[in-house]
């Protein structure tokens, strides 16, 4: 198999844990993960994984890939709101392509053991609305400047209280 982004590079088997290989290529230092591999790894070990924190590189790939097992086109699924980084699955095989550094980041975010959820609808969903929730409050914390944080704390407040309804109407006299 080749690499699907270097041209020429053929992927080297290589342990990304103990116990859990994938193919590695030495150019992008990225790997092609089987989905059955990895599924039969995290049953035993994903949770016993510590984030070493450990600093790594870490690269991604905007660009559409080509699964190097099937040509099959590959879907990309952003892994969390806090990063931009995408894996790369292919729908036919299920072998998951990560960029350099994207094992080391789904440690440091702990979702090591979350690999298939990450490839659902429902995942990509709550990404989007905790983006579209902390623009929101970067819009809010602009207007209200320094007041943004006391106005924060009533509203959580306010949010949990029995009356709310009568404090809005007492506010609006
Ligand atoms: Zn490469
Ligand atoms: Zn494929």
Redesign the pocket.
Known sequence: MNCPKCNGYRLKPKKLENGLLAFACDNCQGSLLPMLQYLQWAEQHSTTIIDACIEFKLDETSQALL??????L?TKYRISAQSENRLDI??????TWLDSGEWQLLKHLQVLDKLPKIFTEAWQKNIQTEIAEENQQNRDKEHFENDFEQIKTFKTWLDKYHKKQDVLIYLNK
């Open positions: 699964c190097p097992k099937c040509s099959g590959m292919c729908n036919r095989c299920y072998e």
